[in-house]
């Protein structure tokens, strides 16, 4: 009976550390898989996760304000002031692009909290390759 049991206790340790956790919003691709691959396959992540899972496109237009203010300009706002996008879509720091959309945002927060740093370095690269 001991050796079943001790078996069993092996058995479960085991199995579990086997189990990949999966990244939020990356349906055919981990984000593993991408790290190591060029710029542009990690600019598509970026691209298919502010076109997807992140809903990002409702609110912000490549060349034109809608709700917020346009990617080029945040991109262009975020690089010129060498400030740091994956903080600000953590929540861990201030607007800098339109702060009067700032209480708009926060309702978004949510969906990019639970995204990893590289599924929002991906879209912040994405967001960059617009102002080239």
């Not at 691959?37 to 992140?54: H, P, Y």
């Not at 990002?56 to 996008?85: L, R």
Request: charged fraction near 30%; include cysteine; proline fraction near 3%.
């Amino acid at each position: 009976m001991k050796k079943i049991v001790v078996f069993v206790v092996f058995v479960m340790l085991f199995s579990c550390q086997n189990k990949k956790e999966e990244s939020f919003g990356t349906d055919s691709k981990s984000v593993s898989e991408v790290t190591d691959d060029s710029v542009e396959a990690k600019i598509k992540l970026g691209e298919e996760l502010f076109n997807g899972v992140g809903l990002c496109h409702t609110c912000h237009k490549p060349d034109q304000k809608v709700i917020g203010p346009s990617i080029k300009e945040i991109a262009t706002i975020y690089k010129e002031q060498n400030a740091d996008m994956v903080d600000f879509l953590r929540e861990n720091a201030k607007p800098i692009v339109d702060p009067t959309q700032y209480e708009v945002m926060k309702t978004n927060f949510a969906v990019t909290k639970s995204m990893s740093d590289e599924e929002l370095q991906a879209i912040e690269l994405y967001m960059h390759s617009l102002i080239k």
